[in-house]
Nanobody, 124 residues
Framework: QVQLVESGGGLVQAGGSLRLSCAAS????????MGWFRQAPGKEREFVAA????????YYSDSVKGRFTISRDNAKNTVDLQMNSLKPADTAVYYC?????????????????WGQGTQVTVSS
């Protein structure tokens, strides 16, 4: 089992920055991929970014590429999402997710463990 706790959400003006962090506990050495998803009101949950725990290879959605940066600290068992140049369209609940298996880093079905979510609100 793996437990995930997100932090760092909040309210920011458009153009501003926020940093989300996700701390994992439990069988963390078996994690293969760590990702961030988001869900805006009335919309489906969507992929934001992911990183492979061992190789550090990263993946981004087109909507955040160049603005967001995902990173991990394997010693601390954390995965962070640095969000710059935020837009009102980035407003959503952001979820951390990890998997111990294989699959596409962009697919929700790849992930087994999910955090409770943290709200990010970007005002115009």
């Amino acid at each position: 089992q793996v437990q995930l706790v997100e932090s760092g959400g909040g309210l920011v003006q458009a153009g501003g920055s926020l940093r989300l962090s996700c701390a994992a506990s439990g069988l963390t050495s078996t994690i293969s991929i760590m990702g961030w998803f988001r869900q805006a009101p009335g919309k489906e949950r969507e992929f934001v970014a992911a990183i492979r725990r061992i190789s550090g290879n990263t993946y981004y959605s087109d909507s955040v590429k160049g603005r967001f940066t995902i990173s991990r600290d394997n010693a601390k068992n954390t995965v962070d999402l640095q969000m710059n140049s935020l837009k009102p369209a980035d407003t959503a609940v952001y979820y951390c997710a990890v998997t111990r298996g294989l699959g596409s880093p962009q697919a929700m079905g790849t992930y087994t463990y999910w955090g409770q979510g943290t709200q990010v609100t970007v005002s115009s």
